[in-house]
């Protein structure tokens, strides 16, 4: 991030800080690299200084705590089994690729993801709206999940 910085107009970097702790006002926030980084005092901090979304790049980034805080303090939350899925997702398709023994453009594999990405949206989304509440994408997110692992139990005679 910090070589990021150096070459953005209106990027900053506050070495060895949290920047939701430093800044006046953010739009939305992107922890991606620790776990548990958003914890219930940065949770709060986001909701003071104006965070419209959270979204998780990384494994659990958020303590359960906090995550309570942005959904009391209307922040649309993006939990990591969704918001992180890109990674997962790419490394499907570079399987695809080579299962078939062929090559796709980085404009198809981008065309790729950012369909899957939406599919992904739009089933937690869903999933929220039809059994939850609409606006709660951690719900639709576990309950979109909890489906899929059901229905393949089923289908595996499993259940």
């Known amino acids: ?3 990021y910085a150096k ?3 209106t990027a900053t970097y506050h070495e060895g800080k949290r920047p939701w702790c430093v800044v006046e006002e953010i739009d939305l926030a ?4 620790t776990q548990n980084e958003v ?8 909701v003071k200084r104006g965070c419209k979304g959270l979204f998780e790049g990384a494994n659990m980034p958020s303590t359960p705590e906090a995550v309570e805080i942005l959904e009391s303090g209307n922040i649309v939350f993006g939990p990591a089994k969704a918001a992180n899925a890109g990674g997962v997702a790419v490394s499907g398709l570079e399987m695809a690729q080579n299962a078939q023994m062929v090559s796709w453009s980085a404009e198809c594999v981008e065309g790729k993801l950012n369909d899957i990405m939406k599919d992904i949206y ?3 989304a869903e999933c929220a709206k039809q059994y939850w ?8 997110a576990n309950i979109a999940a909890f ?13």
């Not at 992107?30 to 690299?33: D, E, L, S, V």
């Not at 509440?133 to 639709?140: D, F, Q, V």
């Not at 489906?147 to 259940?159: F, Y």
């Open 1 to 3: 991030m910090s070589e």
């Open 133 to 140: 509440e609409p606006e709660n994408l951690k719900a639709g």
């Open 30 to 33: 992107f922890p991606c690299a």
């Open 122 to 124: 739009s089933q937690c």
């Open 39 to 46: 914890d219930d005092v940065a949770a709060k901090e986001l």
């Open 147 to 159: 489906l899929k692992v059901a229905a393949a139990l089923r289908e595996q005679g499993a259940v």
């Open 7 to 9: 070459k953005s107009k």
